[in-house]
């Protein structure tokens, strides 16, 4: 079975997210796509998110109606910093070796990549797979990563999708409710009616919209 894994706080998800997966699941050909919410990401320790069983419960929400995606609190009821070798050492060992993992990554995560713990062993345990906007150069991502070793550059660069992508990001998300601002089209309806009834991103809470 072909798994896609597609990690993030998602703070909230977005419809970002959901074109991301959907898009590379259609050109990798995946049996699936699975959504992990980080429990506490590497890179994001400073900044305060919403608990995690709010985010896993969103998670949940919009991928209602898709079967090819499912969702897993893996990270979440590991708790601490959330490495994603440790996610696919794991992954691995409950779900045995009839299972090959694909780890979607945006473009913009490239330069992170050497600041990746035990990154070798990631790249042994799954396939990369880089989804990045229509036209985005793989020059400009291999001038990026030059502190990759050559195999792991081969590695990280041997799949690379142009994903149907939109300009949403879940600061901008939060920004605009917490305003009082329309997030209309930017995240599915019903993670909107689940943050307003609980009044997450400093929006007071209300009852469930209609839906759209």
């Not at 209602?64 to 691995?92: C, H, I, W």
Request: charged share 25%; hydrophobic share 45%; with cysteine.
């Amino acid at each position: 079975m072909k798994i896609g894994i597609l990690g993030g706080t998602f703070d909230p998800i977005h419809v970002g997210h959901l074109l991301i997966a959907e898009t590379v699941r259609d050109a990798m050909a995946l049996d699936t796509v699975l959504f992990i919410p980080a429990a506490t990401p590497p890179h994001k320790r400073a900044r305060v998110v919403a608990d995690a069983e709010h985010r896993l419960e969103m998670v949940r929400l919009a991928i209602e109606g898709n079967p090819a995606f499912e969702v897993s609190d893996v990270e979440l009821q590991r708790g601490g910093v959330s490495y994603s070798v440790e996610t696919l050492e794991r992954l691995k060992a409950t779900m045995g070796p009839e299972a090959a993992f694909f780890f979607i990554i945006g473009a913009d995560t490239v330069p992170e990549l050497t600041t990746w713990k035990n990154l070798d062993t990631l790249l042994e345990l799954c396939t990369i797979v880089v989804a990045a906007r229509p036209g985005f150069r793989m020059e400009d991502l291999l001038s990026e990563a030059l502190g990759l070793t050559p195999e792991a550059r081969d590695r990280v660069f041997r799949h690379f999708v142009d994903a149907v992508r939109v300009d949403v990001a879940s600061t901008e998300v939060r920004a605009r409710l917490a305003e009082g601002k329309s997030v209309r089209y930017m995240i599915p309806q019903n993670v909107e009616n689940y943050i307003r009834a609980k009044g997450l991103y400093g929006t007071k809470k209300s009852a469930p919209a209609p839906e759209r």
